[in-house]
C-alpha cells in the first residue's frame, strides 16, 4: 500500500473514532472524565461491570480525538485543560447520578482513580465541583419522592371521606 492509502485510510479510521464520540456523547445525560493509570485490570473491569449495570459505559479513546469531537462545544476548552495522560470516558446514558456515586465510591478504596471534570445536564463541573454532584439523589430517588407527594393529597382525601362515612353512620 502507498504511504497516500495508509494516510487515508488512518484520517478515515480518526474520523471514525471522532464520529463515535459525538454520538455518544449527544445521547448521554452526563459524562465525566477519570485519570485511570495505575489501577489493575480486575478493579477496573468491575468498575466497568458496575457502570454497565446503571446504563452507563466506561471508554478509553485518545485525548486528541476527543478534543477534536468537542471542538465547537462551549465547553471544549475546560475539557481541552484536563484530557492529559491516561484518560477514560464515562457516559451516562439515563441516570446521570448514577455513574457520579460509582465512581465517587470506587475512588474511596482505589485512591488511584481520579476524578476529573464532567459535563452535567449541559454544564461543565471542575474536580473542585464534583462533590455537588455525587450529593444529588438519583433519579429513581427522585421519581420516588415526586410520586410520594402526588400520593399524599389522594391519601388526605381517602381519609377525610372515611372519617365522613363513619360519621354519618354513627349518626
Known sequence: MTEVKIEKKQA???QSVIDEIRKKLQSASAFYVTRYDGI??????????????????MKVFKNTLVKKALEGTKYSENFSKILKGPNSLTFAYEDPVSPAKILFEFTKKNQKLEIKGCLFENEYY??????????????????????????????????????????????
Open 12 to 14: 478515515i479510521e480518526k
Open 40 to 57: 489493575d485490570v480486575e478493579k477496573i473491569s468491575k468498575l466497568r461491570k458496575d457502570l454497565r449495570a446503571s446504563k452507563s459505559e
Open 126 to 171: 471542575g474536580a473542585e465541583k464534583m462533590s455537588v454532584i455525587k450529593d444529588l439523589p438519583s433519579k429513581d430517588t427522585l421519581l420516588s419522592m415526586l410520586a410520594s407527594v402526588l400520593n399524599e393529597p389522594m391519601a388526605i382525601l381517602a381519609r377525610t371521606l372515611d372519617a365522613f362515612r363513619v360519621s354519618r353512620e354513627n349518626s
